[in-house]
């Protein structure tokens, strides 16, 4: 016996492609040590060693971009996985969260909600969205899932005295552990049947003619209803506007953006890369999701009086667009996914950090009333509010025209030429609660005359923003690319 254990030898895994996810790790724990030591005056230190954070994972992931650019390296017994597309979705990750964290920090001072934790818990989320993106593994994409959820919940009610942050958190935390369990049982049951948590094992029992057993359709179903839900497509929408609504803006900013981004990588790698050969089986399945989720939000967002209520059915109504890209079952479709949820997180950061820009102490501009007259005030911040909602619209030539315009081109090229039509439809519908934000800005009286005067970071990086979703829309063929040779790279 001792000769056995003293023969066994452990091979050390490969921590290059890890790397980021290491440094991240590292330095959100030790922010949280260091911000107990830190008063309120000098705060600021976690807020800027956070953004350090954010860019040292992407110096990192540039850096090391070349070991696995051609093709997707494993480790860790394989259930981590570094490849191009992981690669370019942390990148963005990345980017998001620096811009949450600088539009959030006037914001949280001015409610004395200016604390470590918001920091330190989003930087775990984003531990968790960088695990869930380069997840190879049943197990690495739950514990990715969980921990990002888990930094969610207690950022959305990070404000405890308010009642209603308070009932937004339990509702997302009930409706998550709900959706979380039906992701696990549709897991539970994959492995049942294939007898392996490796998503390449799972592709590989599929392919070799798993698509007639009725166990494994059952796993499909469960595992398409806790990735929609992660998502937020409809009809397992019902949290998202509440939780927009309820939790601090600075953290609806949060939710908003990056986590769609792991969201959509997690979809990747369940179903295409795992699931890639029963694409027959789950097409239907989004088929669906995507028409009523487009549905939904337009039509329901049409009501709404409140801003962040009508950024969440839209966002409803965008994730229907991106799975449009997705259920098409090829190389183009995807590349277009990629896109328009990259497109997606751009806009929706700019969208919600202009209500933070509005916002004060004691007044939440979440009201479309509360942005008459903004051309008035600050004719630059109308520009720009005015650019994010001509895209969020699909309006040329802006960038969210060429997000719609790809997976659209990709749906009519793989001869669903009604499903093309009907979401041309929504797209249309949906563009009235958009110019009707451009309306109020620069055809109706300004009720509140005081002066924007933003801190200065906040002000650069929202107009960068804006200009990058004009710029980047006169020239889209670049992130284009850059998603098309990313889902190359990974071999989906």
């Known amino acids: 016996m001792m000769e056995q254990l003293a023969s066994t ?59 696995h650019a051609d093709h997707p390296v494993l480790t860790f017994s394989g259930t981590f996985v570094g490849d191009s597309m992981a690669d370019v979705l942390k990148f963005f990750i990345y980017l998001s969260t620096a811009g949450v964290f600088i539009y959030a ?226 190389s183009g479709g995807y590349a277009a996914s990629m896109f328009y949820v990259i497109v997606y997180a751009l806009m929706g950061l700019g969208g919600f950090g202009m209500i933070v820009l509005l916002s004060r102490a004691g007044f939440e501009a979440d009201n479309l009333e509360d942005f008459k007259g903004l051309n008035e005030r600050s004719p630059w911040f109308a520009f720009m509010m005015a650019i994010l909602m001509f895209s969020m619209a699909g309006v040329p030539p802006f960038l969210g025209f060429w997000a719609k315009f790809a997976v659209l081109e990709t749906v009519v090229r793989s001869g669903m030429v009604w499903l093309a039509v009907v979401a ?3 797209a249309i519908i949906g563009a009235y609660y958009y110019l009707r934000v451009i309306k109020l800005m620069y055809f109706d009286k300004a009720e509140d005359k005081t002066p924007l005067m933003p801190p200065l970071d906040m002000k650069v990086v929202i107009s960068a923003n804006g200009l990058a979703v004009l710029a980047l829309g006169l020239y889209p063929s670049a992130l284009m690319t850059l998603c098309a040779g990313a889902l190359a790279g990974s071999n989906l």
């Open 105 to 330: 920090r006037s914001y949280l001072l001015e409610r004395n909600l200016f604390k470590g934790e918001f920091y330190v818990l989003g930087l775990f989320g984003v531990l968790g969205m960088m695990v869930l993106v380069s997840a190879h593994n049943l197990l690495t994409v739950y514990l990715g899932l969980e921990l990002l959820a888990l930094s969610q919940y207690a950022m959305v009610g990070l404000h405890r005295d308010s009642g209603v942050a308070s009932e937004a958190a339990m509702k997302y935390f009930v409706l998550g552990a709900l959706a979380s369990g039906m992701l696990l049982y549709g897991m539970s049951m994959l492995y049942g049947v294939t007898r392996s948590l490796d998503l390449g094992e799972i592709s590989a029992f599929v392919a070799q003619g798993g698509d007639d057993n009725m166990v494994l359709m059952f796993a499909v179903a469960f595992i398409v209803v806790g990735v929609a839900f992660k998502l937020g497509a409809a009809p397992f929408h019902m949290w998202i506007p509440d939780v927009y609504h309820g939790a601090p803006t600075a953290v609806t900013l949060y939710i908003g953006t990056a986590p769609k981004i792991a969201a959509f990588a997690m979809l990747m790698r369940l179903l295409v890369e795992g699931l890639g050969d029963l694409h027959s089986q789950w097409q239907g399945m989004l088929i669906v999701l995507s028409i009523l989720s487009m549905a939904v939000g337009n039509i329901i967002a049409i009501s709404q009086t409140n801003l962040k209520r009508m950024l969440a059915y839209s966002t409803i109504a965008h994730i229907g667009f991106l799975l449009l890209g997705v259920l098409t079952g090829d």
């Open 9 to 67: 030898t452990f091979d050390m895994p490969d921590m290059i492609p890890a790397l980021p996810e290491i440094f991240v790790l590292t330095m959100a724990c030790i922010i949280l040590v260091y911000d107990l030591f830190l008063s309120d005056r000098n705060r600021v230190v976690t807020y800027l060693m956070s953004i350090g954070t954010l860019v040292g994972a992407a110096i990192l992931t540039y850096y090391y971009h070349g070991a």
């Open 424 to 426: 041309v439809i929504f």
